[in-house]
């Protein structure tokens, strides 16, 4: 079986950073794109970042400029750093990954992490 394991999160006040991890364990061939998304209370999930095995990141104009997204392909993990943090980054914090194994690709996602941003 492929898990996916969170890690930070938390309370911060605005204009503070936090980091999130997510480490992909299992068996699997590889492991294409990596990405974080959330999720807020009353609103859909959306994709906050991604980045590709080859290291192409994409971001959503809420968090350009404030958040990076980085991978270790060794390591099979995926790191989000939040700066600058605003109240409406609040939510639960999904790290998703595609991929590959003997049942084919697919989707896989983490166990959510809340980050919530309030003074």
């Known amino acids: 079986q492929v898990h996916l394991v969170e890690s930070g999160g938390g309370l911060m006040q605005p204009g503070g950073s936090l980091r999130l991890s997510c480490a992909a364990s299992?068996?699997?061939?590889?492991?294409?794109?990596m990405g974080w998304y959330r999720q807020a209370p009353g609103k859909q999930r959306e994709l906050v970042a991604g980045?590709?095995?080859?290291?192409?990141?994409n971001y959503a104009d809420s968090v350009k400029g404030r958040f990076t997204i980085s991978r270790d392909n060794a390591k099979n993990t995926v790191s989000l750093l939040m700066n600058s943090l605003k109240p409406e980054d609040t939510a639960v914090y999904y790290c998703?990954?595609?991929?590959?194994?003997?049942?084919?690709?697919?989707?896989?996602w983490g166990q959510g992490t809340q980050v919530t941003v309030s003074s």
């Open positions: 998703n990954s595609y991929i590959r194994g003997w049942g084919g690709a697919r989707d896989y």
């Open positions: 299992g068996i699997f061939f590889g492991i294409n794109v």
């Open positions: 980045i590709t095995s080859d290291g192409t990141t």
